[in-house]
């Protein structure tokens, strides 16, 4: 569907534009609020606050998504809500199954950190299972993160930018990030926890309630 995505900046767009344009899985245009849905009367339009970005590439999802556990809301009183890695990892006996399902809720909160790709390779079948029904993109393995590997794929890089999947290009992919922050500066300092909606695609496959 023909949607119009409205903030308060497009970040690596030419100054002044405000707006991305997408159509199926497809961005058609870049600019101005006013000039996108003057010539687009039919499109739906979704505002945001804050800044809109390409989608984030993580480099550490191999370690995030097969050599961590991301436990189920329902074992926070046990296992809490972070992912355990270490003993406390190899105390839990994991299995395909529980593996599988570890990885599904890890590629959830990769969307809600703005994460559009991922680097690989991932080995156990089960994991690239996951990443493969999650829509996401998958890179060719990369120099590893210089820092501990985060979910916030900007905790890794010096600045957001460097965090980026790809540009955001007339006729690219429409996978974007939204951030409530009034620019770079403020996102660095934020984090990717600022991330209010993810599109991947085209299609919003987060957004914080």
């Not at 949607?3 to 002044?16: E, L």
């Amino acid at each position: 569907m023909l949607t119009v995505h409205a903030a308060d900046a497009v970040i690596g767009a030419p100054d002044g534009a405000d707006s991305v344009a997408v159509d199926g899985g497809a961005v058609v245009a870049i600019g101005r609020y006013a000039e996108l849905t003057a010539a687009r009367p039919q499109a739906r339009v979704r505002h945001w606050s804050g800044l809109i970005t390409p989608g984030l590439l993580n480099a550490g999802a191999p370690a995030l998504l097969e050599a961590a556990y991301h436990p189920d809301p329902r074992e926070a009183d046990e296992h809490g809500t972070e992912p355990l890695t270490g003993d406390a990892l190899t105390a839990l006996g994991m299995d395909d199954a529980r593996w599988g399902a570890s990885a599904r809720r890890g590629l959830q909160r990769m969307l809600r950190h703005g994460t559009t790709a991922v680097r690989g390779p991932f080995v156990r079948p089960a994991v690239r299972t996951a990443v493969a029904r999650s829509g996401l993109r998958v890179h060719a393995p990369g120099p590893a993160p210089e820092a501990a590997v985060s979910l916030d794929p900007l905790a890794s890089v010096p600045e957001p930018g460097d965090a980026f999947a790809a540009a955001l290009t007339v006729g690219g992919p429409a996978d974007l990030a939204v951030f409530d922050v009034p620019d770079l500066a403020a996102l660095r300092t934020e984090g990717a926890g600022s991330c209010t909606a993810t599109v991947l695609g085209g299609r919003l496959v987060f957004r914080r309630s």
